[in-house]
Structure formats: structure tokens, C-alpha cells
């Protein structure tokens, strides 16, 4: 491999035209120049210099390898500028949440993004052990997760929380339990754990594992409402995913004797160093989900 030292030189005299002056340009001495230019010219096998007293031309070799030495050296000087600089708002920045979460903060990054548009966030939505795997796996940068982790490669901090809500048609106000019963429960991939917390702190007819009529299921939280609007049943959902529901006219929000919410964590992998564009995502979530 070349020593991009010697080529440093060899291209810098090239352009100075003139041993002194380069030696002065690279803070070096003179002979220092020469050496360089000497084992360029020993590893290469060929001469790259005409001397002619104090001045030189360039042999076809030498012509070659500057031109090629030229761009290689400015690609190494390029390189080390993307490595070291660390802009807070530009670059790709990648998270994942569960849905609920998602709705609200998506919305506000992307806001971000138009106000910095070298800022690029690819956005995920996934459930709690889903999330866990791709931040230990380095696949997304911050995670948001509403359980504690089971990993130690995943660093959390606790952020907020999110209120768990009791949903139903809008006909349906302060049902009691045989209502519930009666309606039947749209489902979702975190309903039974929704509705066992938020259900058995306020209905004391409730039991553990207890399932109620199930009237329908959605695995999209953007459309788990849909059908409590239409009078199908009722669900329990984290409130980021009820304020997003745009009939809200349609469905009502029960007040409930003991609220109930779910805790929110911040994750990311734990040895892994964060660069400036994360922190300036991380700090909008903060400020947004607080």
C-alpha cells in the first residue's frame, strides 16, 4: 500500500514546483522532501522526476501518479471530514415504537424534518419485544418501549406515561359490566393487557384472564377505533391512539373512577455512542411525549 506521506509530498511538490517552498508548505525539511520522493520512486520500481538543477519535470510515471495521487488524497481528506464532523441536523436517524407512541411523535419528527431537511427519520412501528431486538441487533437508533427491558445490552430511561383509556360507541356512556359484556371487545395485539389493567382496577367483576365476547380484531392502531365507531363493541387504548382518531364524535371516552397508565421508556443500545443528530431527535421526542 502506498504511503499516502510520501504522496502528500510528492503531489504538494508537484503543484509548488519548487523543493523548498514544499518543505516549508508541509513543515518538513528539505531532504525530508527528497527522501519521500526517493522511496516513492524505489517502491514504485521507476523514476517520477527529470531533475534538471533546482528545477524538474515529470516523467510519464510521475504524471500518472499525480493525477491519480491528487484525487486519491483528496478522496482520504474527504473521508476523515464525514468521519469527524457530527452535524446535529443532518443524516438518517432511525426509531421504532409501538403504535400509540408513533402517532403522536411521528407526526411532530417529521415537522422536524421539514425544518432541517438534510435530517432524515425512518420511522418503524413494532411491539415491545420487537423493539428490544432491533436495538440490541444496531438495526434503529432509539427505541420506545411501554415495559422494562429484558436485555443488558438495552439502556432505558423512564420518560413519561400514557394514560389507558375505555372506549366505546358513542351511544354508550358509564357502561356497567353487563354492557361491556353484552357490546363484546374489539381486540388489538395489546388488548387483553390493556383491558386487564385499566379494566380490573375499575370493574370489580373482573378476574385474571378472564376474555370477554370478542366482536372484532385490528392489528393497525390507526383503525382499531373504526368499528367502536359503528357500534360494533369497545376497546381500551393508550390515549396518543384515541386523540388521533378523526371521528372523534363517534365514540366516547369514559371517565373511570382509578386511571390507569402505561409507563414509557427511552431505549437505546447501551455501547453504543450516540452522534448529535440522534440527541437532536431524542430531545424532540422528550420534549414531545412528556
Not at 77 to 88: C, M, Q, S, V, Y
Not at 244 to 270: M, W
Request: net charge neutral.
Amino acid at each position: 500500500m502506498i504511503n499516502p506521506l510520501w504522496l502528500r509530498s510528492f503531489c504538494t511538490l508537484v503543484e509548488v514546483m519548487h523543493f523548498t517552498r514544499t518543505a516549508e508548505q508541509l513543515n518538513m525539511t528539505q531532504s525530508g522532501v527528497s527522501q519521500h520522493i526517493h522511496k516513492l520512486e524505489s517502491w514504485l520500481g521507476q523514476p517520477l522526476l527529470i531533475r534538471q538543477g533546482k528545477h524538474f519535470t515529470l516523467t510519464d510515471a510521475g504524471e500518472r501518479l499525480y493525477r491519480e495521487g491528487r484525487e486519491l488524497l483528496n478522496s482520504l481528506a474527504e473521508l476523515k471530514r464525514n468521519i469527524g464532523d457530527d452535524p446535529a441536523f443532518e443524516g438518517l436517524v432511525r426509531v421504532v415504537s409501538p403504535g400509540s407512541v408513533g402517532l403522536k411523535l411521528y407526526h411532530q419528527l417529521l415537522l422536524l424534518q421539514k425544518q432541517h431537511p438534510k435530517l432524515v427519520i425512518d420511522y418503524r412501528f413494532a411491539p415491545n419485544r420487537e423493539v428490544e431486538r432491533l436495538i440490541f441487533e444496531h438495526k434503529v437508533d432509539i427505541g420506545f418501549m411501554t415495559s422494562s427491558t429484558m436485555t443488558n445490552d438495552v439502556h432505558i430511561q423512564l420518560i413519561g406515561e400514557e394514560e389507558l383509556l375505555l372506549v366505546t360507541p358513542h351511544t354508550i356512556q358509564s357502561p356497567t359490566w353487563q354492557q361491556l359484556q353484552t357490546l363484546g371487545f374489539i381486540d388489538h395485539p395489546d388488548g387483553a393487557y390493556h383491558a386487564g389493567l385499566l379494566l380490573g382496577a375499575n370493574y370489580p367483576e373482573f378476574e385474571e384472564g378472564q376474555a370477554f365476547k370478542r366482536s372484532g380484531f385490528s392489528n393497525q392502531i390507526s383503525l382499531i377505533l373504526e368499528p367502536v365507531a359503528m357500534g360494533l363493541g369497545f376497546t381500551v387504548l393508550p390515549r396518543h391512539a384515541v386523540a388521533a382518531f378523526n371521528r372523534p364524535d363517534c365514540i366516547y371516552i369514559n371517565p373511570l373512577e382509578k386511571q390507569v397508565s402505561e409507563t414509557l421508556y427511552l431505549g437505546v443500545h447501551r455501547n453504543k455512542r450516540l452522534p448529535s443528530r440522534v440527541h437532536t431527535v431524542l430531545e424532540e421526542a422528550k420534549h414531545c411525549l412528556k
